[in-house]
């Protein structure tokens, strides 16, 4: 019954490649996010979707593409990654303006 | 430009005692101010909250103050206890947009037995 989970856990991959995080959840809401905490423990907004429409982009490099298909997921591919990529990438979702839910989160290693 | 400060990186308490976490922010603009507490490998999960209307809300051992002219907020338990040890954020966010959350570096505290 996870509220709102993510795929994978860990993620370890060369400079240069594409991968993908999955978020999904079962909450039934209508907003989901992106974050990433860094090296320095900043947890960071970088996306956020309302009704699967764009609402926020912090000035992440266009190298990130957030997807919703549904309002139930959210996926984040990231193209060509570099090693200041490597960070923990959070999603959450909220029904506006309530409180967020955070996942457990994906530890991207980039080498 | 860092709008939320938690400006101690860690706290240790003896358990029983009171945990004040203290956390500062620049945005006068910020009106509704959060705590979420994490635990390794997890996502952070939400504690309590306080509008700017208000100066204190209290849930069980956890109680946020707010003093608005000093941009301070502090989140205080009592009692202390082990399972409380975590990484604690404080987050705030302007104009009523909920959806868009600024957050401090977090306090590690740790509840000695």
């Known amino acids: 019954d996870t509220a709102v989970s993510q795929t994978p856990k860990y993620l370890v991959t060369q400079m240069g490649n594409d991968k993908s995080i999955k978020c999904e959840q079962n909450?039934?809401?209508?907003?989901m996010y992106w974050y990433k905490q860094d090296s320095k423990k900043f947890l960071k907004i970088m996306f956020s979707?309302?009704?699967?429409?764009?609402?926020i982009n912090e000035t992440v490099p266009n190298r990130f593409s957030p997807k919703s298909p549904d309002k139930a997921h959210l996926n984040l591919h990231i193209n060509s990654l570099e090693l200041g990529d490597s960070a923990v990438y959070f999603c959450?979702?909220?029904?506006?303006?309530?409180?967020?839910?955070f996942g457990p989160g994906t530890r991207l290693t980039v080498l | 430009d860092q709008q939320v400060k938690q400006n101690s990186p860690s706290l240790s308490v003896q358990e029983g005692r009171i945990s004040i976490l203290n956390c500062d922010y620049t945005?006068?603009?910020?009106?509704?101010f959060l705590w979420y507490k994490k635990y390794p490998a997890e996502g952070p999960t939400f504690l309590i909250s306080?509008?700017?209307?208000?100066d204190k809300n209290e849930d069980g051992r956890f109680t946020v103050f707010l003093n608005k002219s000093a941009k301070h907020l502090s989140l205080h338990i009592v009692p202390s206890q082990p399972g409380d040890s975590a990484v604690y954020f404080c987050?705030?966010?302007?104009?009523?947009?909920?959806?868009?959350?600024?957050f401090g570096t977090g306090t590690l505290l740790a509840v000695q037995p």
């Open positions: 959450a979702s909220s029904l506006l303006p309530d409180t967020q839910y």
């Open positions: 909450l039934g809401h209508d907003t």
């Open positions: 979707y309302n009704n699967k429409e764009l609402i």
């Open positions: 945005n006068s603009m910020f009106d509704y």
């Open positions: 306080i509008s700017s209307i208000k």
């Open positions: 987050a705030a966010s302007a104009n009523g947009a909920t959806n868009k959350l600024i």
